[in-house]
């Protein structure tokens, strides 16, 4: 029986959140132990390196796998090119870092030039598998890709864990990392072998970096937004107090990845294939937006009135001074959320060079307003990423509008529910959480203000939410009932 893209989708999605919740929990749990094992400090020195390898790793792909990905019409020729100008990268990329490991250390403010040498040794693993991984993207088969991202998540946390326990310090993080993309490499190839050949097709090659310039010219501001906040907090706060707001973003990130990344790697290969189909999209994106608002709101305020029982369960008593950056990072959780539907939608359109100034406009915000806020500590480096983070959204959702016809005010008909029942919610748990500080046990008062918050939301999304939406959103909720509950076994015999 043969499987449509949409019901791959809904599978893709379905595999990848079982997948990430699995994850998440991994994650979670080795983040716990790794915050008892190592000092803020060590987790500064790799937070450190990795600005350099984030930035880097823009320009080891250049493109090349979202190319691949977005590419109606495949030839053997175009996917020998891709390869050979990703093997390329990743080799020149190497042996740039290695060479000038001195002078790239010091502008971000490391002292650890062999940490940084051995840890760029992960692009030549990893530009071995990088076509590999995006034909996997490419033919919709996430639940072989959540099943790799998980056994490398699980991987990277048993070796990190060992190391630390004997003693490497920081060396723990940096091997667990480099044994994991070993692993994850090899398993990619495994299921998805290529022919390896090395030839450049000219008119291939054009097309891949015509395309892949756009796009790692995005990824190079994208990634200075990423990871300016942390240079300069490097620069100016020290190794410490990054490690302190390196956490705090890390928690952000934690709902972040579970669910956004999830929707947006499934959706990019996805809106790539009905890119001319504007209608299609535009119920794809308003109907997405709404159901991440009804996801975000819940955590953030669970995260802002248990904010410290969080930092308390996850890191550890000394880890008191990331509670407040957290607080007012989790307030930009729907923006960092929705924003990734946006940027896959433009990315399936190919306007790559749209999305740049975008990029350049959330990287100068993110730099700019770091610089600003540096003088309150990580606190106002907090306020000011949450800000540019905010206005990214919005800059990104004009350009979606533009690109697809999509009204703003319609946006706000999904959207104006659902922040209205979690202004109410919010406001209510509050006073709430207040009276529940008679109970001196952390995980206790987090739990009873989780399904409370939790609770509130399923009835007011049953009695209110599903009753004053419009009908796309009720006909939008039915079919994924209809896909994840009644269908799900069936489709996964039907992949088999």
Not at 75 to 104: D, H, Q, R, S, V
Not at 219 to 244: C, E, M
Not at 412 to 437: A, C, K
Request: proline letters at 2%; glycine letters at 8%.
């Amino acid at each position: 029986m043969k499987v449509s893209n949409k019901d791959k989708a809904f599978l893709g999605v379905y595999w990848m959140t079982i997948m990430g919740m699995a994850g998440v929990v991994i994650k979670l749990l080795i983040t716990m132990i790794l915050s008892r094992l190592l000092l803020p400090n060590e987790f500064g020195q790799v937070a450190t390196i990795q600005i350099v390898i984030s930035f880097a790793e823009i320009f080891w792909m250049m493109g090349v796998g979202s190319a691949i990905v977005q590419k109606k019409v495949l030839t053997e020729k175009y996917i020998a090119t891709g390869n050979t100008i990703n093997l390329l990268l990743g080799l020149i990329i190497y042996g740039t870092i290695f060479l000038f490991a001195p002078f790239i250390a010091g502008i971000v403010g490391s002292n650890n030039i062999t940490m940084l040498r051995i840890l760029s040794i992960v692009f030549v693993i990893h530009s071995i598998s990088g076509v590999s991984e995006a034909l996997l993207q490419k033919e919709l088969r996430f639940k072989i890709i959540s099943i790799i991202n998980i056994i490398a998540t699980l991987t990277n946390g048993i070796v990190a864990v060992v190391l630390a326990l004997n003693d490497f310090g920081a060396w723990s993080l940096v091997f667990a990392q480099l044994i994991s993309v070993t692993i994850q490499s090899v398993l990619s190839i495994i299921n998805k072998p290529i022919k390896f050949k090395l030839s450049i097709e000219k008119e291939s090659a054009k097309e891949l970096l015509n395309f892949g310039t756009g796009y790692a010219l995005s990824k190079v501001f994208n990634n200075i937004a990423g990871q300016g906040d942390y240079f300069v907090v490097s620069q100016t706060l020290g190794s410490s107090a990054l490690g302190f707001y390196n956490r705090a973003y890390q928690l952000l990130q934690v709902p972040t990845n579970l669910i956004a990344t999830v929707m947006e790697r499934v959706l990019f290969p996805l809106l790539a294939l009905y890119q001319d189909e504007h209608e299609k999209i535009r119920y794809v994106v308003l109907n997405l937006t709404a159901l991440m608002a009804l996801m975000a709101f819940p955590i953030t305020i669970v995260s802002l009135t248990m904010g410290d029982e969080l930092v308390q369960i996850v890191l550890g008593p000394k880890w008191n001074q990331t509670i407040l950056p957290f607080k007012i990072l989790i307030f930009s959780l729907f923006f960092r959320m929705a924003y990734k539907i946006g940027d896959a939608l433009v990315r399936s359109q190919g306007a790559v060079y749209k999305r740049l100034w975008v990029q350049i406009v959330y990287a100068g915000l993110v730099i700019g307003g770091a610089y600003i806020g540096k003088e309150w500590g990580i606190v106002g480096v907090a306020t000011t990423t949450t800000t540019a983070i905010i206005i990214n959204y919005f800059v990104m959702t004009l350009l979606v509008g533009h690109l697809i016809e999509l009204k703003i005010q319609d946006l706000l008909r999904y959207l104006t529910p659902i922040v209205f029942v979690s202004l109410v919610i919010g406001f209510i748990s509050y006073f709430i959480s207040l009276s529940l500080n008679g109970f001196s046990i952390e995980f206790v008062r987090l739990v009873i203000m989780t399904v409370f918050i939790g609770g509130g939301y399923l009835l007011a999304f049953k009695f209110f939410i599903i009753k004053v939406m419009p009908e796309d959103f009720k006909d939008f909720i039915n079919i994924v009932k209809a896909q994840t509950i009644g269908k799900i076994t069936a489709k996964n015999k039907a992949v088999k």
